[in-house]
């Protein structure tokens, strides 16, 4: 089974070393609840990444943890110890910004030493931080060289590795690529994840983009309003979205919705029958379906043409190694489904689609996932 937040958020972790621990946190903005009674434990080593739409509270969480805003409630715990009442230097966390927030004026070596010098740290140590770093990240080349005379990627590069000097608790980045263009993000998330697997350090990762999480995260927080939705590895969330909001922000495209008409039983099993008179037989148990609306949820890989929902194709997207067929029902309804990248289709052509019951999901009318067979 996978691991689930309960009411307040909690992620089962009893017997993993002591990491990042949010009890009953809180943060409210005038009468604005940003974050509402979150409870989390991040074990060390882990790469959790944060992930929500805009305005969901990650950001928030992520500068509570770094002392950049104060909690109105509940504690933070990071390596056994209480830090959310010590000041962010104090704290054992090191952050990386959307934004480089490089020192123009200084070397790439001046602004990986800035910090470091201002604590009295060592000049040999120093040196020897700085190196290992710029050794990780491919940057030695880099070192005389200032901010101006570097690209995107080579200034991200140079913010991770002034977090890196730090050897801090835990490592708490705040979008990092969004600045990126598509190919740099793609190579930083691997440059990244691969940085994860050298140091084994502990990992915040903030951000609103699924592909970044699905890569990189080996625990996914995804966030709601201020709320934990699910906490799960990438496959478990994908597969066995906790609510309706997880199916529909995680995958590309989103998870197809379709209103049950009624429900029925086959050997124990939910059957759900939909307003076109379609019958999907699903791997729900009938007695895990509650009494009202519910919905059924199907991924585009999950809808094979054959006999089945009769359809009319409306927009063809091309990707290469795939194709995205946008169809509509004939009650209305629209789905997009999978074909190869070299299917031969047309707008306006007729096809039948069969849904994979075994893959279906059903949602309540709170949005909550019913309870299905494991897969």
Known sequence: ?????????????????????????????????????????????????????????KSTLLRMV??????????????????????????????????????????????MEFGLRNIGTQATEIARRVADAAEMLEIGTLLERKP????GGQRQRVAIGRA???????????????????ALRARTRV??????????????????????????ATRIVVMNRGRIEQVGTPIEVYRRPATRFVASFIGTPAMNFLPVARLEEQAGMAVAVLANGARVATAIPAAAVPAGEVTLGIR?????????????????ERLGERTLVHVRLTDGATLIYDEPGDAELEIGQPVALSPDGQAAHLFDADGRACAAEAR
């Open 300 to 316: 585009a890989e999950d809808l094979h043409p054959g006999s089945g929902m009769a359809a009319t194709i409306e927009v063809i």
């Open 148 to 151: 101006a005379q570097l690209s």
């Open 66 to 111: 770094a002392g950049l805003e104060a909690p109105n409630g509940g504690e933070i715990h990071l390596g056994g110890r209480r830090i959310d009442s010590l000041p962010p230097g104090d704290r054992g966390v090191a952050m990386v910004f959307q934004h480089y927030a490089l020192y123009p004026h200084m070397t790439v070596r001046q602004n």
């Open 1 to 57: 089974m996978p691991e689930q937040a309960d009411q307040n958020g909690q992620l089962a972790h009893n017997s993993a070393p002591p990491g990042l621990s949010l009890r009953h946190v809180g943060k409210r903005f005038g009468s604005f609840e940003a974050i509402s009674n979150l409870s989390l434990e991040v074990p060390e080593g882990e790469f959790a990444v944060f992930l929500g739409p805009s305005g969901c509270g």
């Open 164 to 182: 890196i000097v730090k050897e801090p608790r835990i490592f708490l980045f705040d979008e990092p690529l969004s600045n990126l263009d598509a």
């Open 191 to 216: 440059e990244l994840a691969r940085l994860h697997q050298r140091m084994r350090a502990t990992m915040v990762f903030v951000t609103h983009d699924q592909v970044e999480a699905m890569t990189m």
